[in-house]
């Protein structure tokens, strides 16, 4: 197994990518810390995961309050030893609009969270690392900041700038033998995804795969990427398969954009 013997910290986890994220560490052997403002669903997802409650450790965090994200690290060393790496999942999305209908508010949330909220966990995180000797950053990035989907601007000019802050941290850390690297996704076959292709498909008069044909129709693999496809690149991240690779961005599109 790529991760037997070491401890994944993993942001977000929901419903949705979070969720996947733990479920594919979980599989490639490691010991999984999640995290995510809601208690009771944190609980429900651990179960779930695990129900023997041996390898994983929920732990209700806020990556926009400094002391929870060190209390959270704080947790998973003290359950697991150690942590080997973090996948920051947790994000703000809603922050829609253009130059004049845009709520400002919420574009300021969206990098407070996306960007200002992964510096705040990985000034937490990486203390531990370095006593490890070592480890890897995964950040989760997003297509909309290469091209244009959605009226999303807000969102998606804060996963660029978290793309942005990716070299100036694998600069940083390297030397301790962090590495940080980003996976981008961008359609992805989720929970969410799935009620607003029902949504569409409702509204417009059409069916499901009707939708899904517009959406993916001219993709290269003709299909919609699933979460645990994505999930997957991040596992790849944190193994040593990858530990001469970082400052990188691999898109998991299914071939939608090829830069």
């Known amino acids: 197994m790529l991760l037997r013997n070491k401890t994944t910290l993993i942001t ?3 419903s949705g990518l979070g969720r996947e994220m733990a479920s594919s560490m979980l599989a490639a052997g490691a010991n999984v810390v999640i995290a995510a403002r809601s208690a009771d669903g944190l609980r429900q997802a651990a179960k779930e995961l695990d ?3 041996e390898r994983v450790l929920a732990h209700p965090a806020d990556i926009c309050d400094e002391e929870s994200c060190e209390a959270l690290v704080t947790a998973a060393v003290d ?3 150690a942590v080997d790496s973090v996948v ?3 994000a703000f999305e809603d922050a829609f609009g253009g130059l004049f209908d845009a709520d400002l508010d919420k574009w300021s949330r969206a990098f407070d969270t996306n960007v200002l909220g992964s510096l705040r966990l990985l ?3 990486v203390p531990a690392m370095k006593e490890r000797g070592g480890g890897s950053v995964v950040l989760v990035g997003s297509q909309s900041a290469f091209k244009v989907a959605m009226p999303q601007g807000g969102y998606a000019a804060s996963k660029g700038a978290l793309l942005s802050a990716m ?3 694998a600069d940083e850390l390297g030397p301790d033998g962090i590495r940080v690297n ?3 996704p961008s359609w992805m076959w989720g929970p969410n995804v799935q009620l607003y292709v ?3 498909a409702q509204t417009e008069g059409k069916s499901t795969d009707e939708i899904l044909e517009e959406i993916v129709g001219k993709f290269p693999l003709r299909r919609m990427t699933e979460d645990s496809e994505v999930a997957d690149a991040a596992v790849f991240f944190c193994s040593d398969l990858s530990r001469a690779v970082t400052g990188q961005y691999l898109l998991v599109n299914s071939g939608e954009l090829m830069r």
Do not use: E, H, K, W
Request: without cysteine.
């Open 198 to 200: 029902d949504f569409r």
């Open 12 to 14: 977000g986890v929901g």
């Open 123 to 125: 000034r937490a995180v």
């Open 51 to 53: 129900p023997s409650g």
């Open 182 to 184: 980003t996976v981008v």
């Open 167 to 169: 070299y100036y941290l």
């Open 88 to 90: 920051q999942v947790a």
């Open 79 to 81: 359950r697991f030893g």
